[in-house]
């Protein structure tokens, strides 16, 4: 489902955020990605989505090699991912309904069918009362819940999150890895980057460190 190899990412500047990096998550797996501040984590996370691109080395996406694919083809493999970035890129000129439904506006979805998997997003996260809300009116679990129900609208394949626990209190985090959970259990694929060594005290899913942009471990579960 995804396979890095050899991958190495560096900047303009000759900053080198990873560098050799090989590992493969399978089809239905959940995995963590951890490390200290600017180990890299968001960077793997955006080579996945083709957000950037590598150096070299290979990054595949369902046996598609992702830092090859055109402009063009971009949009087509985003419809399989969804992607809960850390500084959530929520838009605070629309409300949780619109926010969640503006995929499915750049996909060409019908009003029907996008309004039915909108408010079935919503409800998966608990936001269902909330659709006519501002997200300036939500709290920061709230809107962390928000950014999830707009990432699954789509009922992608792969899943990844940026630290999507990083500015919640325990409780909250315990909430959002549940939900995390829930779609792990009904097939779909999730990387997820953190260092919230709570998040990882109750798991039985593989852990991927990095450091200084190198991978340390890949522990299984």
């Known amino acids: 489902m995804i396979s890095f190899n050899q991958v190495r990412k560096r900047y303009p500047g000759g900053y080198e955020a990873l560098s050799n990096v090989s590992f ?21 996370l955006k080579l996945v989505a083709a ?21 063009g083809a971009l949009p087509f493999l985003r419809r399989n991912l969804g992607i809960i970035f850390q500084d959530h890129k ?17 996909c060409g979805f019908d009003h029907k069918e996008s309004a039915k998997r909108v408010r079935a997003a ?34 992608p394949a792969i899943l990844l999150a940026d630290e999507p626990t990083g500015n919640l209190d325990a409780d909250y985090a315990q909430d959002i890895m549940a939900i995390f959970k829930s779609f792990h259990q ?10 919230d060594a709570g998040v990882l005290q109750d798991t039985r899913v593989r852990v991927l460190n990095l450091r200084n942009g190198v991978l340390q471990t890949a522990t299984s579960p």
Do not use: W, Y
């Open 24 to 44: 493969e998550i399978a089809q239905g797996e959940m995995a963590f990605l951890t490390g200290h501040s600017g180990a890299g984590k968001s960077t793997l």
């Open 51 to 71: 957000i950037e691109r590598p150096n070299s080395g290979s990054v595949l996406v369902n046996n598609q090699n992702v830092g090859a694919l055109k402009a």
């Open 90 to 106: 929520l838009l605070f000129d629309r409300n949780v309904f619109d926010n969640v439904l503006l995929p499915l506006q750049i």
């Open 122 to 155: 919503l409800d998966k996260v608990g936001l269902l009362k909330r659709e006519r809300a501002n997200p300036i009116a939500l709290s920061g679990g709230e809107q962390q819940r928000l950014c999830i129900a707009r990432a699954i609208v789509n009922r």
């Open 186 to 195: 009904v097939g779909v694929t999730l990387l997820i980057s953190t260092h």
